[in-house]
């Protein structure tokens, strides 16, 4: 009944902060710090020097932000040496503007509740196999006690992101006491660690810090806190030791230094597959996992080679950023695939020796005009339906995520079928008639099929072809009301469009604007704009280095302040 009891006394911390709605508490008085599981404040942590760049503008208030899936499976971890695997069985996070991470829509169901106790028990029961690797204590030395408390301390300090408060240090004593009362030494570690995954200060990116006056616009964040957001921004985790060190020790207390620290997390392996997820997120690649091909007209569309298509965006992003000159150019244009036995063959290319699984890089044919990321047999294939392509999908996403001019949703009394494959030989026909229509299927159709047709050289599943249904295809399009005037004028296929996009400033800024949503965890606001132009000349001086954008997300206003508290 211990195990029992502690379920229920350690999961009523969740359920009540999942009812918060801020970052800061508004039952609060202005200025007075909160945090530390509930149970008494934290105390207060170094904060940075650097003034505002635009000190009378106010930062936008971010609602409070819960760890997504992809960033609790990183935290523990890292937090514990486990297998994270069990945290799939989480609820699946909602999308906004492509991203899971925006925090206006990480609420808490009464089903996360649930799957958030059940998880952290496999997870605590996994890190106390190996009970001396984990605590890092000599229980026969020093005693059952000690050793568990000097663990409170350090789990905390990593789990809560800051160092930890007597208040912190007792409450995980007490899930510890519940565990070890009546149990062993190594059931009290396994429910103290079943606190700490489901405490407030874990699952959500508590930020605190007071205001020095109750005018203040802008609140500075103390060192913890940017530690906190650079981690998660650079890791999708949880900041290591390392990292904690460096704001204790003043290593955050100014840009410089944290664009130091920020090139080099970057450098580190784990940078990979956090910067990776944002690709996945931006393209809609994560939407393999549910894509179907029809089974008639794409027979060769297997599990195996969906796998493959997943696989490869990692690895080309990979090469741009980490091997690579690291430029939205070569990531817009580069001829190259990475490909194991499955995907050669949709690009018709020679298997690579050695590839039946692993991935090779391969150049692609110049006869087909492949174009970076845009022709991506995965970004094609989840940019169309099931028995056709779709340039309404294609076009839609290059005028969304390349330009941030997104179409306005189709009114709710018009047709929205997709047209069957037999009434036309060719898409550009059978789609002819949005642009015939009247002006409310014309006004957004002509935004996205002009760019969208200039895709049919590739078919539903990405292989290249000149016909449809017997017909030569036409891949000229045009992209019409861009800001950029460079922009403007027609073009033949993907890769004459690519180039244009790839010297564009509409679309640097646009680069911008997606990194800041997803490190913002929310969507830009008017008061944003000085922290966006910081981004944008930054990506523009840089000749449009990727990393250096990630870099410059770092140096802004957003990042380093927060809307004061207000009761």
């Known amino acids: 009944m211990l195990f029992d009891r502690a379920r229920v006394v350690w999961a009523f911390p969740l359920i009540l902060a999942a009812g918060c709605g801020t970052g800061e508490d508004p039952s609060s008085p202005p200025g007075q710090a909160q945090g530390g599981s509930g149970t008494g404040g934290k105390p207060a942590g170094p904060g940075p020097v650097e003034m505002a760049s635009c000190p009378a503008q106010p930062v936008p208030r971010t609602p409070l932000r819960r760890l997504t899936r992809f960033e609790y499976q990183n935290a523990v971890r890292d937090l514990l040496n486990v297998d994270p695997s069990p945290a799939v069985e989480l609820p699946a996070d909602e999308i906004t503007n492509s991203f899971d991470n925006n925090s206006a829509v990480l609420t808490v169901s009464a089903l996360h509740a649930e799957k958030y106790v059940l998880v952290s028990e496999e997870l605590a029961k996994q890190a106390v196999k190996d009970l001396n690797a984990l605590v890092g204590c000599d229980v026969a030395a020093q005693g059952e006690t000690t050793c568990a408390r000097a663990f409170a301390k350090k789990l905390g300090r990593r789990a809560f992101r800051r160092p930890t408060t007597e ?17 062993s030494y190594a059931e009290g570690i396994e429910v103290m660690l079943r606190a700490a995954l489901q405490s407030p200060d874990f699952l959500y990116r508590l930020e605190t810090t007071s205001a020095a006056d109750g005018t203040t616009q802008q609140v500075p964040l103390d060192a913890y806190e940017i530690a906190t957001r650079l981690s998660f921004l650079i890791w999708s985790s949880i900041p290591d030791d390392a990292l904690l060190d460096a704001a204790a020790s003043g290593g955050l207390d100014s840009k410089a230094k944290v664009a130091e620290k920020a090139r080099k997390m970057l450098a580190e392996p784990r940078a990979r597959a956090a910067v990776s997820s944002f690709f996945e997120q931006w393209t809609g690649s994560r939407r393999l996992a549910v894509t179907t091909k029809s089974t008639t007209a794409f027979p060769d569309f297997t599990l195996e080679l969906g796998a493959a298509m997943a696989a490869e965006l990692p690895a080309f992003v990979d090469h741009v950023l980490w091997s690579g000159d690291r430029s939205l150019k070569t990531l817009l244009t580069a001829p190259v695939a990475f490909v194991s036995a499955p995907l050669a063959a949709v690009y018709g290319v020679s298997t690579p020796a050695g590839s039946a699984t692993a991935l090779q890089r391969v150049d692609l044919p110049a006869t087909q005009d492949r174009s970076g990321i845009l022709t991506q047999a995965g970004f094609l294939s989840v940019q169309a339906h099931p028995d056709q392509t779709s340039p309404v999908l294609r076009g839609k996403f290059v005028r969304s995520m390349l330009l941030c001019q997104p179409p306005s949703p189709p009114p709710p009394d018009i047709d929205v079928t997709i047209p069957d494959v037999t009434e036309a030989a060719t898409a550009r026909e059978r789609l002819s008639g949005h642009l015939a229509a009247g002006a409310s299927c014309s006004g957004c159709h002509i935004l996205m099929d002009p760019i969208g047709l200039a895709f049919e050289h590739f078919d539903a599943m990405g292989r290249y072809r000149e016909t449809e249904a017997g017909a030569a295809l036409d891949v000229s399009g045009e992209i019409t009301a861009a800001t950029d005037p460079s922009l403007s004028g027609s073009f033949v296929g993907v890769r004459a469009m690519a180039e244009k996009l790839a010297g564009s400033s509409q679309v640097r800024a646009c680069m ?3 990194w800041f949503r997803y490190a913002a965890g ?38 380093w302040f927060r809307s004061p508290i207000t009761p």
């Open 512 to 514: 911008a604007t997606q």
């Open 522 to 559: 929310r969507s830009e606001a008017e008061a944003d704009e000085c922290s966006l132009g910081v981004m944008r000349d930054t990506f523009g001086a840089s000749g449009g280095d990727l990393l250096e954008l990630i870099v410059a997300t770092t140096q802004t206003d957003a990042f």
């Open 167 to 183: 208040a912190d240090e007792q409450s995980l004593m007490t899930a510890f006491e519940a565990g070890h009362t009546g149990g």
